[in-house]
C-alpha cells in the first residue's frame, strides 16, 4: 500500500486513486458527484471515524467550496482538490508520527 506522501508524488497513481474514489462516491455513475452522494459518504466517513455526522449545511459548504464551475455538482477535476488535501493532512500526519 502506498502511502500519502508517496501518491501526493506520483501523477499517475494519483489519478488512479482520485479515480477510484470518485467512481466510488458516484453512485448513480452520472460523471459528477452531487448533495445527496457527498452527503452519503461524508456521513459513512464520520460513522467509521468516530466523529460528529455532519449538518446538511456543513455538506452544502463542501460542494460550494469544492464546486469551482458553480454547476451545483463536483466533477473529478474538482474532486481532485479535496483528494489532494486529504492526501496533504494524511502525510503531514505520517510526518509528524515519525
Known amino acids: 500500500m502506498s502511502s500519502a506522501k508517496e ?3 506520483n501523477s499517475e497513481l494519483f489519478e488512479n486513486v482520485c479515480k477510484a474514489a470518485f467512481v466510488t462516491v458516484d453512485t448513480d ?3 459528477e458527484i452531487d448533495a445527496n ?3 452519503t459518504v461524508m456521513k459513512i466517513f464520520a460513522a467509521e471515524a468516530n466523529t460528529p455526522v455532519p449538518t446538511q449545511e456543513e455538506v452544502d459548504g463542501i460542494l460550494t467550496a469544492l464546486d ?5 455538482k463536483i466533477s473529478l477535476d474538482e474532486f481532485k482538490v479535496l483528494i489532494r488535501e486529504v492526501l496533504k493532512i494524511m502525510a503531514g500526519e505520517t510526518e509528524e508520527a515519525n
Do not use: H, P
Not at 68 to 72: A, F, L, N, R, V
Open 7 to 9: 501518491i501526493l508524488e
Open 29 to 31: 455513475n452520472s460523471g
Open 37 to 39: 452522494e457527498l452527503s
Open 68 to 72: 469551482s464551475d458553480k454547476s451545483g
